[in-house]
């Protein structure tokens, strides 16, 4: 067998990986010269630098297995490598405490002006005076996103003296006050309480322009901000004007919308206070090496007839539970997703009821496609391997049970989605044993094949809505699939919902439009995996 390394990955790899296989280590090629080689091997090895195209999946007949060493799978065509059978690893933790740091670091050289400082020095300048900054200590730091590198940030910036505020549907209160902190459930109880805010978030829809000028309007005079998360987190124009502006007093920035190519990037042009780096919060030694180690470890493990420890994208099940399930893994997955993307506020547990024929089956690999689907919708990196701990770290109850009461499908998944301000139901099935249909959400009983985009938007049942919702559709360039309007199962007869499947994404330009209409409330996009 043969494994391809390639991104300028650390050699000790190779070192790991040749316990298994033959390794080659080559240069980033572009996507003609990797089809061209791909075929000869079982497995990839690759950095950031790399686009696996659907192409280069579809060449590499004998692939096995695509590393990706680092967190991101962003340059990784998952559909693609799914459908051919290629599991597809990362390494989730290995560049932890690298980007943790990295934090930190940018927060103090933006406080202390330690760029322009450093400039001005190198010019044979002293202007003292002109380069007073602030401390940390007391000041108080918002975290949004208090995963493992969010938590590492809060543990060095309590030690710096600092205090923190937390902002995480997915973290406990408890959990943020054994940690010294204080746990703020809404975001704009956040914003106003902040002297600095770090985003340690992945990149959604639900946190694309989190930080946008109304935002920014909320927050305190004088905040600093960093991003080393996601580009387009921030949105960057607003952050401009608002430095410009005064608004905001600084900002540290590692990661950009479009990068690497941040020629037109507003920041770049910026005359405030304001540090930018080339996305450096994984580019230590020690991190490198971490990463590639992992991925190699893994990549060894499924060549030697082993499992990976961090598949992103195919269940590392036994078959002798995924095989009596395993039709259902997908419809499972999709209500999960679906629950969690029509629902508000930090989730407390979700309970899950299997009738019909699953009703006589194992179902924890359902279980675990349920929590893949919702975790997915506001986590990044989670996998079948991680999310039951994902979901035990944010405290998530798990209540699985079985009815034996009929039910007009071969099998049924119902899932009930309980968080600190609603209880979303959504019920999944399969029609003639393969046909995956959402045959329930909340009160509303239906059949929707589901799709990658889709639009719900409940509404009063009175003449000509459907008409206006399609027009705002249409006028926004948005070609519908098929559509499904149900009213409210309560005799009542005054709300309906529509269900549309739609041919692209909804931007919220489109979805305020929507939701100005008169009778309808509270319109959704939801994305799923098809």
Known sequence: MKVLVTDKINESAGNIISKAAEVDFLPTMTEDELVKIIPQYDALMVRSQTKVTPRIIEAGENLKIIGRAGVGVDNIDLDAATQKGIIVVNSPDGNTMAAAEHTIALMLAMARNIAPAATSTKEGKWDRSKFTGCELFSKTLGIIGLGKIGSHVAEVATALGMKIVVYDPFTTKEVVEKMGGEYINSLDDFWGKCDFITVHVPKTKDTLNMINKDTIAKMKKGVRLVNCA?????????????????????????????????????????????????????????????????????????????????????????????????????????????????????????????????????????????????????????????????????????????????????????????????????????????????????????????????????????????????????????????????????????????????????NEKTLTEIAKIDGVHNPKYVSLTA
């Not at 607003?238 to 007093?249: H, N, P, T």
């Not at 269940?315 to 499972?332: G, H």
């Not at 629950?339 to 506020?345: E, K, S």
């Not at 929707?448 to 926004?476: C, D, T, Y």
Request: proline share 4%; aromatic share 2%; charged share 20%.
């Open 230 to 506: 996601r580009g387009g987190i921030i949105n960057e124009q607003d952050l401009k004007d608002a430095i410009e502006a005064g608004q905001v007093a600084a900002a540290a920035i590692d990661v950009y919308e479009n990068e690497p190519n941040i020629e037109t990037c507003p920041l770049i042009h910026c005359s405030g206070n304001i540090v930018l780096t080339p996305h450096l919060g994984a580019s230590t030694k020690e991190a490198q090496l971490n990463v590639a180690i992992d991925v190699a470890e893994q990549i060894k493990e499924v060549l030697s007839g082993g499992s990976a420890s961090s598949a992103v994208n195919i269940p590392s099940l036994k078959p002798d539970k995924l095989e009596p399930v395993k039709d259902y893994m997908q419809i499972a997955e999709n209500s999960g997703a679906l629950a969690m993307q029509i629902t508000d506020g930090m989730v407390k547990a979700i309970e899950i009821t299997a009738q019909g024929d699953l009703a006589e089956l194992d179902i924890q690999p359902l279980e675990v496609a349920v929590l893949k689907g919702a975790l997915s919708a506001r986590l990044e990196s989670v996998n079948y391997v991680n999310a039951p701990v994902l979901a035990k770290k944010r405290g998530i109850d798990i209540i699985s049970s079985r009815s034996k009461v009929k039910c007009n499908f071969a099998g049924l998944l119902t899932i009930k989605l309980i968080t600190d301000k609603a209880v979303t139901t959504v019920a999944g099935a399969l029609v003639a044993k393969d046909i995956p249909r959402i045959v329930k959400i909340n009160d509303y009983e239906t059949s929707i094949r589901p799709e990658k985009h889709m639009l719900l938007v409940p509404h009063v049942n009175q003449p000509s809505m459907i008409a206006k919702v399609a027009q705002v559709i249409g006028e926004n360039n948005i070609n519908i699939g098929s559509m499904n309007v149900v009213q409210k199962n309560d005799n009542h007869e005054t709300e309906s919902i529509m269900v549309i499947n739609i041919d692209s994404g909804v």
